[in-house]
């Protein structure tokens, strides 16, 4: 089983929806959970980051962490075309080995 | 402002080969990292420099040898390429855990 568990798609929504991409862990040392977005044939770009639990809010997106669950996912309001891309979440703690494991990515297309 | 910058974008080798992938930051970041990408398996760690002098091994260093230059530069060399090697290599920067920022890729096979 991998760390990190995030459902590749692809996942097509029409403009305007509210997309939620997702992720669910096995670690429960995780403290920082992230969001990048990838563009193709670029290189990943944080979204944003929440540490522990709790919601984080950025213009359209929100970043929400539920512990408890393992469980962190990404919405996206009133999605545009521009939003089309691969979403990888990635998760880490603070100890001294700062590493980051990432999931696979989901591929999402906003159709106009 | 460039970010983080790297050479070659492109790179076909034969087995057996060796090269140097190059990585430069002007964050003034402490932190750098060195990520493979390959389909199904996300990104990969392959050795990581938190500081200017230091470098320690990822989750798949084998085969993979870094160099911390000075704070700008970290290259990643190969010394006999594999086609297991064949992969998007990326490198990026970074002062904490929760944020990297992260260069365009090298893509590279290796036939």
């Known amino acids: 089983q991998k760390e990190v568990e995030q459902d590749p798609g692809p996942l097509s929504v029409p403009e305007g929806a509210i997309v939620s991409l997702n992720c669910t862990y096995s670690?429960?040392?995780?403290?920082?959970f992230m969001w990048y977005r990838q563009y193709s044939r670029k290189g990943p770009e944080l979204l944003m980051y929440?540490?522990?639990?709790g919601n984080k809010e950025d213009g359209r997106f929100t970043a929400q962490v539920d512990k408890s669950s393992k469980y962190i996912s990404l919405f996206i309001r009133d999605s545009q075309p521009s939003d089309s891309a691969t979403y990888l979440c990635?998760?880490?703690?603070?100890?001294?080995?700062?590493?980051?494991?990432f999931g696979t990515g989901t591929k999402l297309q906003v159709i106009p | 402002n460039a970010g983080v910058t790297q050479t070659p974008k492109f790179q076909v080798l034969k087995t057996g080969q060796s090269m140097t992938l190059q990585c430069a930051q002007d964050?003034?970041?402490?932190?750098m990292y060195w990520y493979r990408q390959d389909p199904g398996m996300g990104l990969r760690l392959i050795y990581y420099?938190?500081?200017?002098?230091?470098?320690d091994k990822g989750e798949v260093p084998n085969g993979y040898n870094v160099s911390r230059l000075n704070k700008r530069e970290f290259s990643l060399r190969l010394e006999s390429a594999a086609p297991s090697q064949t992969s998007v290599y990326f490198c990026?920067?970074?002062?904490?855990?929760?944020?990297?920022?992260f260069g365009p890729g090298t893509r590279l096979t290796v036939t």
């Open positions: 990635a998760m880490g703690n603070s100890g001294g080995y700062q590493k980051v494991t």
């Open positions: 670690n429960s040392a995780f403290q920082y």
């Open positions: 990026a920067s970074g002062e904490g855990i929760y944020e990297q920022y």
């Open positions: 964050m003034n970041h402490n932190s």
């Open positions: 929440t540490y522990s639990s």
């Open positions: 420099s938190a500081s200017e002098g230091t470098t």
